[in-house]
């Protein structure tokens, strides 16, 4: 299925409707605002032979990829909603900061070792870009010119922090770099962190 603006918006609100009556015991992390984006992203990737790794907000790419929404919403009722992996669909999530990053390294690396056609994206938000692990998986993948595109989703935010205050600084350093292997989008989320704006109680 080819996912519209809308569909994407419906999942996502169908996700925090049942976590508000209290039917997920476990964090979520929605998306909202970067529908358009994200579909424009997603027809430059193969979904059958590229890659995908994310955080731990990846709903809207599982859907793009190819995950079955019924499959997808059982998953995220089950508990699973920051640590999404459907290696069939070759996609992968970690909820830890950054956890992602050397593993989408390493297959870039491995996809080049073999002479593959297929292509990495990683995913990443703006506060995790500026992390060391971060910053030195973009010079590896530059120097060795691997397979893999890092796309940054800044919404601005770390959690509940500024994330341009935080580093004191109003230009983050992917912002600065000519490194042809990531690229960048801003959007504005319409949820808080985690949760869907509404305190819940088990």
Same mark, same amino acid.
């Given at each position: 299925?080819?996912?519209?603006?809308?569909?994407?918006?419906?999942?996502?609100?169908?996700?925090?409707?049942?976590?508000?009556?209290?039917?997920?015991?476990?964090?979520?992390?929605?998306?909202?605002?970067?529908?358009?984006?994200?579909?424009?992203?997603?027809?430059?990737?193969?979904?059958?032979?590229?890659?995908?790794?994310?955080?731990?907000?990846?709903?809207?790419?599982?859907?793009?990829?190819?995950?079955?929404?019924? @499959?997808?919403?059982?998953? +995220?009722? !089950?508990?699973?909603? /920051?640590?999404? $992996?459907?290696?069939?669909? &070759?996609?992968?999530?970690?909820?830890?900061?950054?956890?992602?990053?050397?593993?989408?390294?390493?297959?870039?690396?491995?996809?080049?070792?073999?002479?593959?056609?297929?292509?990495?994206?990683?995913?990443?938000?703006?506060?995790?870009?500026?992390?060391?692990?971060?910053?030195?998986?973009?010079?590896?993948?530059?120097?060795?010119? @691997?397979?893999?595109?890092? +796309?940054? !989703?800044?919404?601005? /935010?770390?959690? $509940?922090?500024?994330?341009? &205050?935080?580093?004191?600084?109003?230009?983050?350093?992917?912002?600065?770099?000519?490194?042809?292997?990531?690229?960048?989008?801003?959007?504005?989320?319409?949820?808080?962190?985690?949760?869907?704006?509404?305190?819940?109680?088990?």
């Amino acid at each position: 299925m080819n996912f519209s603006k809308n569909d994407l918006i419906r999942f996502e609100d169908r996700v925090a409707d049942t976590f508000n009556a209290g039917k997920i015991r476990a964090p979520i992390h929605l998306y909202s605002g970067n529908e358009e984006k994200l579909i424009e992203i997603f027809q430059k990737i193969d979904v059958e032979e590229d890659w995908v790794f994310c955080s731990w907000r990846s709903h809207y790419q599982c859907l793009l990829k190819g995950v079955p929404e019924e @499959l997808l919403y059982k998953a +995220i009722l !089950e508990g699973r909603s /920051i640590a999404l $992996c459907f290696l069939e669909y &070759k996609i992968f999530s970690s909820a830890i900061v950054g956890g992602h990053i050397p593993i989408a390294l390493g297959v870039a690396l491995s996809l080049k070792m073999q002479k593959s056609e297929s292509h990495v994206y990683c995913f990443l938000g703006d506060m995790t870009a500026e992390t060391g692990i971060a910053q030195s998986a973009f010079t590896y993948a530059n120097n060795f010119d @691997l397979p893999i595109t890092f +796309i940054i !989703e800044d919404n601005g /935010i770390s959690v $509940c922090s500024d994330t341009r &205050k935080v580093w004191g600084t109003n230009t983050l350093r992917f912002q600065q770099t000519s490194n042809k292997k990531i690229t960048s989008y801003t959007y504005t989320n319409k949820y808080p962190h985690a949760g869907a704006g509404k305190r819940v109680e088990f």
